[in-house]
């Protein structure tokens, strides 16, 4: 068997090779053709009976749609298409590929992966068209593409029973009505991706008293995080509204499960087959986050358990609430939740040889003991005895399990190219507008360069620098002066845009201000582009330097295309808000 990488230019013509069964290459100027190694790869694994594997990306996507066989050998005819040459279509068949358009296993996933060429290792995510790659990493990308492709089928099966019938809540709770409405309601924060029972019903756990808690994630519109007003992280529900709920967009998430939040991990681990317990919904965006759920299992994530035992909420509040004469069935209450937690850290810890699980299974010896102390059979004292002991028992177990101390720093690129997938999927369009960082003056004087340097440190490009403290009409005229060798200090301001991605990455904190200095004589200060647009909003006075237009133009430094457009309509940014700011701060 030999195996190689092909490539084209868009998913709808690998979705068009897909349904035909067909594919073709371009010529190549320089030897030898890419058809020309496809047929002699295909003649000598003929003559062994064997097959010629051909893996497909599309250009640009950073994803792996599937893997074919090789058919036929490839004619020499060809034709022009879109100003390139390429050869007669010849006949594959698609052996594994993903049904939806936003399938593909991501780049990230394969980046350990290389192959040898010219003497060089070479990361297999960048290989050329009709590149030739090893066996083995040749069946570990097909087993990976397999696998996804496996819960891709999953998830679209669910998802057309979701479309046929409407999902019934999987315990009917008094009002009835099922579960269908709440999802629908939680929709108006975004596209849910999960929901799950979290608290007795997670844990198999509850009494006939226990309350129904959900917790959901959705994935809010792109364009809406990009509002000057995104929406809240995370929400929970308005009181006295049952049942109780709390909704994580994304961002969220994410950021509390690479923190190793155990409630958080605890989603991936929620029980999916056991009928009126765990899972509400799970989508195929979902399952693939599912399949890395043990790399999220750390001491990091145990410790947070004890962290909640020791912190204001823990035992310490047991002496408060019997000071105040709180009944033992709400102490008992408190005991079990503490020991609970407890458990769960020893699971966490032993998971690398014992699968974890926050299901206690019926008749075990865990949950018989848990409701027990949940129902008040044990005395204050025995649950303070049994609360010690399992402690001290934990503590000794932390110290020697050989987990893992943290979440792997590796997989924050997962989890934004998981995140990335899911903002493209439910945003109103597929692609980014171009903007234009042209500029529209001179370029930035030599003296000025560290501004481009600093930008460069945050992955951000300049849209406007103007200068406040004009230099004398002397030096100005006489372009052979340099501003550095002036007496005068300088001053300039001026706004700045981060590369869309950051936006979107949960783990990138944006700089709203930068300031700084050119040499000796030179100070600027940069706005990010939102944080801007939140002062005028405001009607922050010392934005009006800035948007309002200079006649001369003499003191813009840069400016760019989309600057100019905010500045078409400044004069309308100017409310009378903005001028009784703008006296308050005279008068003072």
Request: include cysteine; aromatic fraction near 10%; hydrophobic fraction near 35%.
């Amino acid at each position: 068997m030999r195996v190689f990488v092909i490539k084209c230019d868009t998913v709808q013509q690998l979705f068009y090779s897909f349904k035909e069964q067909i594919w073709a290459v371009p010529t190549r100027k320089h030897p030898p053709p890419p058809h020309e190694v496809l047929n002699e790869a295909f003649l000598s694994q003929k003559e062994k009976g064997e097959d010629v594997i051909l893996i497909a990306s599309v250009s640009a996507s950073q994803r792996w749609f599937g893997f074919a066989v090789m058919k036929e050998l490839i004619s020499n005819e060809t034709y022009e298409k879109d100003g390139r040459i390429m050869t007669k279509p010849f006949l594959l068949e698609w052996v594994c590929r993903f049904q939806r358009v936003e399938g593909g296993v991501p780049f990230s996933q394969t980046s350990h992966l290389y192959f040898d060429w010219e003497r060089k290792s070479i990361p297999l995510n960048k290989c050329r068209n009709c590149q030739e790659i090893t066996v083995k990493d040749g069946r570990g990308l097909c087993d990976m593409i397999k696998s996804a492709v496996e819960n891709e089928a999953i998830w679209l099966k669910e998802e057309e029973k979701r479309k046929t019938k409407v999902i019934k809540s999987l315990v009917e709770t008094e009002e009835g009505g099922g579960w269908a409405p709440f999802l629908a309601s939680v929709e108006k924060f975004g596209k849910v991706i999960f929901a799950t029972h979290i608290g007795s019903k997670a844990y198999n756990l509850t009494l006939p008293e226990s309350d129904i808690d959900i917790c959901v994630i959705v994935s809010t519109p792109t364009q809406i995080l990009f509002a000057l007003k995104p929406p809240p992280t995370t929400i929970k529900n308005p009181d006295n509204f049952k049942p109780d709920y709390t909704v994580h967009e994304i961002k969220s998430f994410v950021t509390l499960l690479m923190g190793g939040d155990p409630r958080i991990v605890e989603l991936l681990f929620s029980n999916s087959s056991n009928e009126g317990f765990g899972v509400v919904f799970e989508g195929y965006e979902w399952l693939e986050l599912k399949n890395l759920r043990d790399h999220f299992l750390s001491k990091k994530m145990a410790q947070k358990y004890l962290g909640e035992l020791d912190g204001v909420k823990g035992i310490r509040l047991i002496e408060e609430l019997q000071k105040k004469g709180e009944p033992l069935l709400s102490i008992c209450k408190k005991y079990y939740i503490f020991i609970r937690q407890i458990i769960l850290a020893e699971r966490v810890l032993k998971s690398k040889t014992t699968p974890f699980s926050i299901w206690f299974d019926d008749n075990s010896q865990d949950k018989e003991f848990l409701l027990d102390v949940r129902r008040g059979k044990f005395s204050l004292d025995q649950l303070n005895e049994i609360y010690i002991s399992k402690r001290k028992d934990l503590d000794e177990i932390f110290s020697l399990s050989d987990l893992r101390d943290s979440t792997p720093k590796e997989l924050e690129d997962i989890l934004f190219d998981w995140t990335l997938k899911n903002r493209l999927q439910t945003s109103s369009t597929s692609t980014t507008p171009h903007i234009s960082h042209t500029s529209l003056h001179p370029p930035l004087p030599i003296e000025l360069n560290t501004i481009h340097s600093t930008l460069a440190s945050v992955n951000g490009s300049l849209l406007f620098l103007k200068q406040i403290k004009p230099l004398p009409p002397s030096i100005t005229s006489n372009p052979s002066v340099s501003i550095e060798n002036t007496p005068t200090e300088q001053e300039f301001v001026g706004v700045y845009i981060v590369q869309t991605e950051l936006f979107l990455n949960p783990f990138y904190t944006i700089q709203e201000m930068i300031t700084g200095v050119c040499g000796e004589k030179i100070k600027f200060t940069l706005f990010e582009l939102s944080k801007l647009c939140n002062m005028i909003l405001h009607g922050n006075p010392n934005t009006f330097e800035l948007i309002l237009r200079d006649c001369s133009g003499q003191e813009i430094a840069f400016s760019t295309p989309l600057w100019d457009e905010l500045q078409s309509f400044s004069d309308s940014l100017i409310t009378s808000g903005s001028i009784d700011r703008c006296l308050g701060s005279l008068k003072a």
